[in-house]
C-alpha cells in the first residue's frame, strides 16, 4: 500500500504549501507554489490546469482543476496520477493556533498508474526523504504539527503493470478513506477494490504510526480485508516496499466465492482440497515472496501442517512441506461432478479439468498417517510433490497399503491435453485386497510382489482407462481361488464350485489400447500345476481369460488338463469347463489311435471282400485301383475277341 501513502503525502505538501499562502496569494498562484514545493519534494513534476479557488466559508480550503502527478522517468504509460480536481478543507481555528488540520482532502475521478520496471523498480517510490510528517524540512525550527480528519478518493481506476511480464490489470472505482486525527498517531483507512468480473472487497487497516511511513520505517499495524463472505486478517509490521510481517489468518468458508469477489470464476475446488479454508501463520513478506512459518492449514476436514514458501513470479511457485494425519481425498474419485462409477458399471465419463495445474509450480514434500482416496486405502504416506509447467510428479517414497508397501512415481501431464502414467512397484501386498478396490474382483486371496508402467491419455477417467498401454508382472506365495475347485476337476469331477488351494503364481503382461494380455501365467497347485492365457479389457470392465490345471499323477503318469474359462464382467464373470478344449488336448492320441484301429479294420474287409492282395509298400488303395484296372483291361479284350 505504500503509493497510497505516498499520494497521500504528496497530497498533503500541496495543502500545507496552498494553507499557508492563503491569505497572502491568489488561487494560481497558490497552486504554482504548491506544485513546485511537490516536485522539489518528491522529483516529480506537476501540473495543474483550470482554475484554482480559495474558499472561506462554510469551510476554508482551496480546489483545483485538473491535477496531475509525473510518472517515473523509466515508464512510459503517462502520469503516474491524475485527477479531474483536488479540494483541500482547513480548520480555521487550528490553524491560527499553529498548526494544520485537514478537515477534508477529496480527490475526483482519479487514474492511478501502478507498474514494477524488469529490474523490479516501482514507480510508486518517490523521494521524500528528509521531508517530516508536517510536509516540511527538519531543519526547520517549529515544524507544524499536522492531523487530517479525512481523506477521501472517489471512483478511482488503478492500473497495474508489471514490466516482467507485460501484464495489465485494470481496477475500476476504487474508492479510498482515510483518517488521521492525530499527527504522531494512528491513522484509519477503508480500500474498497471492485477487481475485473468480480465483487467489492473491502480492506480496513489501522496503522498506529501513520508518519514513521514516510520515514521509510515499518510501523505496527492491523488488517482485514471480507471477500466472499471470509476474511483474511494481518496483525503485525508493515512498511515501504510491501513489506509485512505477523500474524496472518484467513477463514473462507467458501473458497470458489471468494475467489469469484477477486475475479476468478468458475473454479471448482474438490472437497478436501480446500472448498473451505482456514490458516494460520506467520507471515514475513517482501513484494516478492512470502514465506509462511508455522502454518496451520485446514482444507475442508484435512489438517495439514509445516512450512510454506511463495515466490511471486510470473507463474508463482511454491516450495516447502506438509504433513498432516488422517487425509480424506474420496471427492476426487468423483472429479468432474460425477459420482464415481463402480467396478462393472463402466468409468466416469465426466471431464476432468486439470487446469489447475498451469497456475502454479511447486516442490513440495507431503507426509501423512494416512490418506483415503475412495476407491483406494493408503496407510502411511511419504511422498514429494513437483509441478513445472502444468506436469506434476508424485515421487512416492513409501506408501504402506493393503498389509505391504508401495513405492514410484506418478505423473499428471496437462501441457496439451491431458495424460497420466507412471510406474509402481508393490511387496508383500494382499493382492485380494488391491484386486478388491481396483477391479472389484474378490476371488484371488494371496500375498504377493507386482510392478507395473503405464501410460493413458484422454480429458475423462473413460478415456484414459481405454488408451491405456504399458507393462507389467506379479508374483504371489501361497494362496486361495474361490468358484472353481481345480483338485476336485483333477480328480474327474468336472463341476465349478469349491477353492483351489495353490503354492505359487508368477505373470508377464501388456497392455495396449486399454486391454491388458497375458499368456505366462504359471500357479503350482500341490499336485499339479496351471497355465494360463487370455486378456482383461480395463476400458470395458471385462475379462476372457483361461486357466488350464494340468494333473501330473492322473492317467497312468500321463497328465490330466482341464481348462477353466473365466469370461464376463468383472462384477460378476461366468466360469465355464472347456470340454472341448479338454478333450482335444487330453484324449487326441487315443482319438489318433482310435481311427488307425478303424482303418485298418476297413482296409481288412475291403482285401476280403474284393480279393485284393497287396504288395510290400503298396497301400490298400492302390492294390483296388490296381485289380480295377485289371478287371476293365480284361473286358476290353473280351469285347474285341
Avoid at 60 to 65: H, S
Avoid at 298 to 303: E, F, K, Y
Avoid at 384 to 411: H, K
Avoid at 524 to 541: K, M
Amino acid at each position: 500500500m505504500r503509493w497510497i501513502f505516498r499520494i497521500i503525502g504528496v497530497i498533503v505538501v500541496f495543502a500545507i504549501v496552498a494553507v499557508v499562502s492563503l491569505f497572502l496569494l491568489p488561487g494560481d498562484r497558490i497552486a504554482r507554489i504548491a506544485a513546485s514545493q511537490i516536485e522539489a519534494q518528491t522529483g516529480r513534476a506537476v501540473t495543474l490546469s483550470g482554475d484554482t479557488q480559495v474558499s472561506f466559508w462554510p469551510v476554508l480550503g482551496v480546489a483545483t482543476g485538473k491535477m496531475a502527478i509525473a510518472n517515473a522517468d523509466w515508464s512510459d504509460a503517462g502520469p503516474m496520477m491524475e485527477a479531474d480536481s483536488l479540494k483541500v478543507g482547513v480548520d480555521m481555528a487550528a490553524l491560527w493556533g499553529g498548526s494544520i488540520r485537514i478537515t477534508g482532502l477529496e480527490a475526483e475521478n482519479p487514474v492511478i498508474r501502478l507498474e514494477t520496471a524488469a529490474d523490479g523498480r516501482a514507480n510508486w517510490q518517490v523521494g521524500v526523504e528528509g521531508v517530516s510528517p508536517s510536509g516540511v524540512d527538519d531543519a526547520a525550527a517549529n515544524p507544524l504539527a499536522l492531523t487530517l480528519d479525512r481523506a477521501l478518493i472517489t471512483n478511482a481506476t488503478v492500473r497495474y503493470t508489471d514490466g516482467a511480464t507485460g501484464a495489465t490489470s485494470t481496477y475500476d472505482s476504487v474508492d479510498f478513506d482515510m483518517t488521521w486525527p492525530d499527527a504522531a498517531g494512528a491513522a484509519d483507512f477503508v480500500l474498497r477494490l471492485r477487481p475485473p468480473g468480480g465483487q467489492v472487497v473491502e480492506v480496513t487497516a489501522t496503522v498506529q504510526n501513520f508518519a514513521g511511513l514516510f520515514d521509510g520505517v515499518a510501523q505496527p499495524m492491523v488488517a482485514r480485508a471480507s471477500l466472499g463472505g471470509g476474511s483474511v486478517s494481518f496483525d503485525g509490521r508493515g512498511g515501504p516496499g510491501l513489506f509485512a510481517q505477523g500474524a496472518l489468518r484467513a477463514d473462507l468458508p467458501n473458497t470458489s466465492a471468494a475467489l469469484a469477489a477477486l475475479g476468478v470464476g468458475g473454479v471448482d475446488i474438490p472437497q478436501g482440497l480446500g472448498r473451505a479454508v482456514s490458516l494460520r501463520a506467520q507471515l514475513d513478506f517482501n513484494g516478492t515472496a512470502a514465506a509462511l512459518d508455522d502454518l496451520s492449514l485446514g482444507l475442508d476436514g484435512n489438517a495439514l501442517s509445516g512450512n510454506v514458501a511463495v515466490a511471486l513470479t510470473d507463474v508463482p511457485r511454491i516450495t516447502g512441506s506438509l504433513s498432516g494425519g488422517a487425509i480424506d481425498l474420496t471427492a476426487l474419485a468423483a472429479s468432474g461432478g460425477d459420482a464415481p462409477a463402480q467396478p462393472g458399471t463402466g468409468w466416469s465419463t465426466a471431464a476432468i479439468d486439470a487446469s489447475g495445474l498451469a497456475a502454479f509450480d511447486a516442490d513440495v514434500a507431503l507426509a501423512a498417517q494416512s490418506v483415503d482416496l475412495g476407491q483406494f486405502q493408503l496407510g502411511q504416506t511419504r511422498a514429494r510433490l513437483t509441478n513445472d509447467r502444468a506436469r506434476a510428479v508424485v515421487d512416492i517414497t513409501r506408501i504402506d497399503a493393503y498389509g505391504g508397501q508401495i513405492a514410484g512415481d506418478f505423473v499428471m501431464n496437462n501441457r496439451s491435453g491431458l495424460s497420466v502414467g507412471g510406474r509402481l512397484r508393490a511387496s508383500g501386498v494382499d493382492m485380494q485386497a488391491l484386486l478388491r478396490d481396483a477391479a472389484g474382483i474378490t476371488r484371488f486371496r494371496a500375498t504377493g510382489e507386482a510392478r507395473v508402467e503405464f501410460l493413458g491419455v484422454g480429458q475423462s477417467l473413460d478415456a484414459i482407462m481405454r488408451s491405456l498401454s504399458g507393462n507389467g508382472g506379479f508374483s504371489t506365495g501361497p494362496g486361495v481361488i474361490e468358484g472353481i475347485d481345480l483338485d476336485r476337476l483333477m480328480r474327474g469331477n468336472m463341476t465349478t464350485g469349491g477353492t483351489t488351494v495353490f503354492d505359487t503364481t508368477s505373470a508377464s503382461f501388456t497392455i495396449a489400447g486399454g486391454v491388458l494380455r497375458n499368456d505366462d501365467l504359471s500357479m503350482a497347485l500341490p499336485f499339479a500345476r496351471a497355465t494360463g492365457e487370455g486378456q482383461v479389457n480395463l476400458g470395458a470392465q471385462t475379462i476372457d481369460y483361461t486357466v488350464t490345471p494340468i494333473s501330473l499323477t492322473a492317467r497312468d503318469g500321463r497328465g490330466l488338463s482341464v481348462p477353466v474359462r473365466i469370461r464376463g464382467p468383472w462384477a460378476d464373470p461366468g466360469i465355464t469347463i472347456d470340454l472341448e478344449r479338454a478333450v482335444r488336448d487330453n484324449f487326441d492320441q487315443e482319438i489318433e489311435e482310435k481311427k488307425d484301429e478303424v482303418r485298418q479294420r476297413v482296409q481288412d474287409r475291403v482285401t476280403e471282400e474284393l480279393g485284393v492282395t497287396t504288395q510290400e509298400g503298396q497301400s490298400v488303395e492302390d492294390a483296388v485301383k490296381d485289380k480295377v484296372e485289371d478287371e476293365l483291361k480284361r473286358g476290353l479284350r473280351k469285347l474285341f475277341e
